[in-house]
């Protein structure tokens, strides 16, 4: 009560007035002067690309749908061909998942341990943090298709540098993506643990990892999804799956376009298909937790 | 004034609040006890429209609540302010702009977006924390103040609202005892001077018996209990949380003064050991 009533006299309100208005009127003219320069930025930044742009902005953004459309069309013309199409790149498409999901699988497996390893107040050596970050920044940072064209050059074309490629960078990403949701997990029960003599091991695999799994698991079916489209592309460069298939499709150019767009379509149906999977698991792991 | 009518909610399997009809014809503080579970942070939830009734009404001044949506549904939670048990502030904003969100239903969301308020709306927000003895806290961040001020913000942000209606959801079951006593005191006293309707879940009988005009005991969902503070027994108590003869009221008070009477009561087990 004492506390309530002790209401400060009339003057001193007036000075937090002042102080408060004063401060908010700084904290919008700051926010005033950034979105001047967020927009100053983006406009002049546009102009200089525009500039220095081959075709011009304006006269290619016209064209933008002439590709599409081409493709549309020629596969609208062949409609009924495209079933059997699809079935035809069926064992592609199956190869190109196989790749993405042993590389997800390898990948998350080795970012649990990194990302553990990367989280301050979970590192079993605290002195190892920052070179483990940086380690996974690296493996990030390298794009899968250029550790796939060193690894193709030196173990030959086929899914197996495509999928050691992949993982490499998935184990980057998700290393960092884990090792977030790590920093959000309470420690509390990690504390408990320790209380009892358990080992690291015990404390990350009993205290940490059931906080942390449904953010996990989202995260690495997310990447999954990511990846089906990385290994697609990788086809491009000779480790097979229905990217090389899309590569000859496209070099044949015109009448060819139906394939094109049969394989498109599977790629889609696919990602849709291990979109509402992944929503379904992630779904019922969190209601059971 | 306000009214519910067979208010129900079943949750998948169970009926978490079972045709509770109730009448308040005027402004009063009322509270509202039972074991956790029986129901009253949902029948809270109801009337403020966090949640839907599966059955039943809330009317109040003659409008059916429940049956409010979009725009129509918003208005109405501007016009009756909740405070929660673990106060959902905005922690990473300024005292200020906590309680500016008081006022969020009356502006548009581009301003509000922006954080532009009305210059009086701030000054407004100020005179209020003032009112409730915080006013020194005001350009802070609500993650530094302790749970007492916290809530206090939190009744700020209420009264921003100007509501017909506050209700309270444990408003003080996560603060020690000193500050559980300045937060009743301040729900007490906006019922005593402005006439609003406070309705408080709590659930340490002696608060209920000490700041309400009226007491609603709630078990398993149905109300067991109306009456007036001095109707609420310890007899009428174990009946409204199921307990056994072994209930004691003291044994977990949290009011200072029952330090006393519990001490008393452990003296002779202490002489028998």
């Known amino acids: 009560m004492a506390d309530l009533s002790l209401g400060s006299a009339h003057g001193d309100t007036d000075t937090i007035r002042d102080a408060y208005l004063a401060m908010a009127r700084t904290k919008r003219m700051y926010g005033g002067i950034l979105l001047i320069v967020f927009v100053a930025l983006m406009t002049s930044g546009f ?26 069309a020629e596969a609208r013309e062949k409609a009924a061909l495209l079933p059997g199409l699809m079935i035809e790149f069926l064992p592609s498409l199956i190869e190109t ?29 605290p002195a190892l943090i920052s070179p483990v970050r940086r380690a996974m920044d690296v493996m990030r940072a390298v794009p899968e298709i ?57 404390r990350m695999w009993l205290g940490v990892i059931p906080q942390v799994a449904p953010n996990y698991l989202s995260y690495a079916l997310l990447r999954f999804e990511i990846n089906i489209r990385a290994s697609a592309i990788l086809g491009f460069v000779g480790s097979g799956g229905i990217g090389y298939d ?7 150019g015109q009448g060819r376009y139906d394939e094109v767009a049969a394989i498109f379509l599977l790629l889609f149906l696919t990602i849709v298909f291990f979109d509402q999977l992944s929503d379904h698991y992630r779904n019922k792991l969190v209601g059971r937790g | 004034m306000l009214t519910f009518d067979r208010l129900t909610k079943r949750f998948k399997g169970n009926t978490a609040v079972d045709a509770v009809s109730l009448t308040f014809p005027k ?37 059916d609540v429940t049956a409010l949506r979009g725009g129509a549904r918003r208005a109405w939670q501007g016009q009756c302010a909740m405070i929660f048990q673990q106060f959902n502030l905005v922690p990473r904003m300024d005292v200020v ?32 924390l003032d009112r409730l003895g915080i006013a020194a806290q005001a350009p802070k961040r609500a993650e530094a103040l302790s749970g007492g001020q916290q809530q206090r913000v939190a009744i700020a942000r209420a009264l921003m609202q100007d509501p017909k209606i506050i209700l309270a959801d444990e408003p003080i079951a996560s603060l020690d ?67 056994d003869a072994g209930f004691s009221e003291a044994a977990t008070s949290t009011s200072i003064e029952a330090l006393d009477d519990a001490g008393a009561m452990l003296r002779p087990a202490q002489a028998a050991i």
């Open chain 1, 47 to 72: 102009m200089l690309a525009d500039s220095r742009n081959a075709g011009g902005f304006w006269d290619g953004i016209l064209n933008i749908f002439q590709f599409p459309g081409e493709v549309v």
């Open chain 1, 97 to 125: 998942l196989n790749i993405a999901a042993a590389a997800t699988l390898l990948g998350a497996i080795l970012a649990v341990i990194l990302s553990l390893l990367a989280t301050r107040g979970l590192a079993k050596f």
């Open chain 1, 146 to 202: 250029v550790i796939a064209l060193v690894l193709i050059f030196i173990l030959g074309g086929g899914p197996v540098p495509a999928m050691i490629a992949i993982a490499i960078h998935t184990v980057g990403a998700l290393g960092k993506l884990f090792s977030e949701v790590n920093e959000n997990a309470s420690l509390k029960p990690v504390e408990g643990l320790a209380s009892v003599g358990a080992t690291w091991t015990q």
């Open chain 1, 246 to 252: 899309l590569k000859n499709a496209f070099s044949w």
């Open chain 2, 27 to 63: 402004p009063a503080m009322i509270g509202i006890i039972g074991a956790s579970g029986a129901g009253k942070s949902t029948l809270l939830r109801m009337v403020n429209r966090l949640s839907d009734a599966t059955e039943g009404h809330v009317l109040f001044e003659g409008q």
């Open chain 2, 97 to 128: 702009s906590n309680v500016l969100h008081g006022t969020l239903n009356r502006r548009s969301t581009l301003a509000t977006m922006f954080n532009l308020y009305p210059r009086e709306d701030i000054h407004r927000a100020i005179d209020i």
């Open chain 2, 177 to 243: 005892p000193m500050n559980a006593q300045i937060v009743m005191d301040a729900l007490r006293r906006i019922h005593d001077e402005d006439g609003r309707m406070v309705i408080a879940n709590l659930h340490t009988l002696d608060t209920a018996r000490r700041y309400c005009d009226r007491v609603i005991g709630m078990r398993e969902g149905r109300v067991v209990f109306d009456g007036t503070p001095a109707q609420l027994t310890t007899g009428v108590a174990r009946d409204i949380y199921g307990a």
